[in-house]
């Protein structure tokens, strides 16, 4: 398929060692050219932000947080992004044939139905969606392989949808933290100066 070339998967150096999971919604024009999550303007505004919490010692407060965590092979802090397809359909080329089109459509609208502030809201069947299957296979697997005490950090609204519906169907205990917001949000900078993450995340979990 067409479409399989835009895949981008998790960045999880060592899942043994994994601490934190932040969960991204999904892939762009960076993260295809780097060939993992992050890698963009909006994770640079998030290694910024977490060296600011007094997280990430060694982190260059230059570069986005996915080639942080690559070049350093950094172990306790992972990516997940919802979807291993961009969901911006603006990403993709204009010639697509009938059959991939109606799959970025489908991604799109999963974007759309989960922006909180988007009026014009799609009606998607979440739990239906192939992306959604996809997203919660991805994430059990990580979940089986991590330590229990695991936490995980949904980042914007298409994250929080993601992980909200992921609760509803998982068995077991999860340590899910109140979520970031993302940093394309307009108001980014005004809604993180009153976030605290040290009163939930010890700053030894992310050295």
């Excluded at 043994?16 to 999904?26: A, G, P, W, Y």
């Excluded at 077991?172 to 917001?181: A, G, I």
């Excluded at 809604?191 to 605290?196: Q, V």
Aim: with cysteine; glycine share 2%.
């Amino acid at each position: 398929m067409f479409l399989e070339q835009y895949k981008v998967f998790n960045l999880i150096e060592d899942v043994i060692k994994l601490k934190v999971l932040l969960i991204l919604e999904s892939p762009y024009i960076n993260e295809y050219l780097h060939q993992h999550p992050a890698a963009g303007d909006s994770a640079l505004e998030l290694t910024q932000f977490l060296m600011a919490q007094g997280y990430l010692k060694n982190f260059d407060a230059q570069l986005p947080l996915g080639c942080n965590i690559k070049l350093l092979n950094y172990h306790s802090l992972g990516i997940l992004n919802c979807s291993i397809l961009p969901l911006n359909k603006a990403f993709y080329p204009c010639a697509l044939n009938s059959e991939d089109l109606a799959k970025v459509n489908a991604l799109a609208a999963i974007k759309q139905n989960l922006n909180q502030s988007n009026p014009n809201k799609l009606p998607v069947d979440l739990k239906k969606s192939s992306t959604f299957k996809d997203f919660v296979s991805r994430l059990t697997e990580v979940l089986e392989q991590a330590p229990a005490d695991i936490i995980i950090v949904p980042c914007g609204d298409t994250a929080i949808g993601f992980v909200d519906a992921f609760k509803t169907i998982y068995q077991k205990s999860l340590t899910v933290l109140d979520s970031l917001p993302h940093p394309t949000e307009p108001d980014w900078a005004e809604k993180t100066a009153a976030i605290r993450l040290t009163d939930h995340i010890a700053p030894q979990i992310l050295p």
